[in-house]
């Protein structure tokens, strides 16, 4: 199944709508469109926002999202469950779920497709307000695309990626 088909990304300085304004996307940023919710819930509750994403394969981390994005975008509030270090700080760790939403081909334009659920055993980080150099936007990391099996195809020269489950050809 194609998650993400041929989702094109500039090589120039951009914006993308969040709940909260407009925000600067840097060259090079794959955006992807996500949702977050507890992790009882197995189907996408209805009515649960999307919000824009970075698709970033240096992230070797699940998910990660600043606090601010997970109670005002995703509307979650949620016990820690464990922490992470990261850059020499302890960021917190929630049970949570991650949905990519698919995207039309060859366009930045959501499908009506349905999402597709990340599992992560680990839950996703969330950092706190405090945090030095949090995300701007949230982050899809690496570990999420191979604990899910995954297959990510990074077209350079047309400037576009493709996420796809594995087994589909």
């Not at 930045?108 to 706190?128: C, K, N, T, W």
């Not at 949230?138 to 297959?151: D, Q, S």
């Amino acid at each position: 199944m194609k998650i993400l088909d041929r989702l094109p990304f500039s090589e120039g300085p951009s914006e993308v709508v969040t709940p909260d304004g407009i925000a600067e996307v840097r060259p090079y940023q794959i955006i992807i469109t996500v949702s977050v919710v507890a992790k009882e819930w197995m189907e996408l509750p209805p009515g649960t926002p999307g919000f824009p994403a970075i698709l970033d394969t240096g992230n070797n981390h699940n998910f990660a999202l600043r606090r601010e994005h997970a109670e005002g975008w995703a509307r979650l509030r949620l016990p820690a469950r464990g922490r992470i270090r990261v850059g020499g700080q302890d960021v917190p760790l929630v049970a949570a779920r991650v949905w990519v939403h698919p995207n039309v081909s060859g366009s930045v334009s959501l499908s009506d497709g349905p999402p597709f659920r990340l599992e992560s055993q680990e839950g996703i980080a969330i950092y706190p307000p405090a945090a030095p150099n949090p995300a701007r936007l949230p982050i899809l990391g690496l570990r999420a695309l191979v604990r899910n099996r995954l297959r990510l195809t990074i077209d350079g020269r047309r400037r576009h990626v493709t996420l796809r489950t594995a087994g589909w050809f």
